[in-house]
């Protein structure tokens, strides 16, 4: 299985299903933003990292256009990557509070971080047929990841695209609400947690602090 999620990795980083998202990540890393002029950017898919034998997954929406799609990893480069990685540090769950480039030395402890859409669409509005396109890999990390336990999903719309492609798969009697903390037990018996985006929009009107997030990735912990 771990070779599976190796092989799938280098299926998803040459995956072109989505002209449209690929162009705009080329067009991304041609272009750059004046801090990284002189860095050479990934510019293509970027998989899901972290520990083969994972408890807990972790996914977000989309790699942004100069954080995962520079560096080639997910919550790496960018703002948001800065604050999941204080809080999955204090909550032991990496080894360290820094996610800055694919050499950093960071290690997952028991958790894989992915996103649903596995390349950054223009003004993070995917359309659904490239959500659609997308969801056979995280079918597939979900699969191969046969110790997974609890599914963390930052933000809404991660929420709402995992319960989605649940519900393909699944038949899902109640509505499930997004709420921050909330748990709810997935058809396959794996739990479902929502959190918060850790985004600086999110982080700096207060709306999620380090506490908060560090608290909820314990409260994960627990349940494995
Ligand atoms: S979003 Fe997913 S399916 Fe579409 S091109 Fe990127 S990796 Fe391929």
Not at 121 to 146: G, Q, T
Not at 173 to 193: A, E, N, Q, R, S
Not at 197 to 205: E, F, G, K, L, Q
């Amino acid at each position: 299985m771990i070779d599976s999620l190796k092989i799938l990795k280098n299926k998803i980083i040459k995956c072109t299903k989505c002209t449209r998202l690929i162009k705009f990540s080329k067009k991304i890393s041609l272009e750059k933003r004046k801090q990284n002029i002189n860095e050479k950017y990934w510019g293509k898919p970027v998989p899901g990292f972290g520990d083969l034998n994972a408890k807990i997954m972790i996914i977000g929406l989309a790699p942004a256009a100069h954080g995962g799609t520079r560096t080639g990893r997910a919550f790496t480069g960018d703002k948001s990557g800065d604050f999941l990685f204080k809080c999955l540090h204090s909550a032991k769950i990496s080894n360290h509070s820094f996610s800055t480039n694919i050499n950093d030395g960071l290690k997952l402890n028991s958790a894989y971080i992915t996103n649903i859409l596995k390349c950054v669409p223009p003004e993070d509005k995917p359309l659904s047929i490239e959500l659609s396109n997308c969801a056979d890999y995280f079918d597939k990390e979900i699969s191969n990841l046969k110790n997974l336990k609890v599914i963390v999903t930052l933000g809404k719309v991660a929420f709402d695209n995992c319960i989605k492609f649940y519900k393909k798969n699944y038949l899902i009697p109640t509505k499930l609400i997004f709420k921050h903390g909330k748990k709810y037990v997935l058809p396959d018996g794996k739990t479902l947690i929502a959190s918060y985006h850790p985004s600086p929009r999110n982080v700096n009107t207060k709306i999620i602090n380090l506490k908060m997030m560090k608290d909820l990735f314990i409260k994960a912990k627990q349940i494995i």
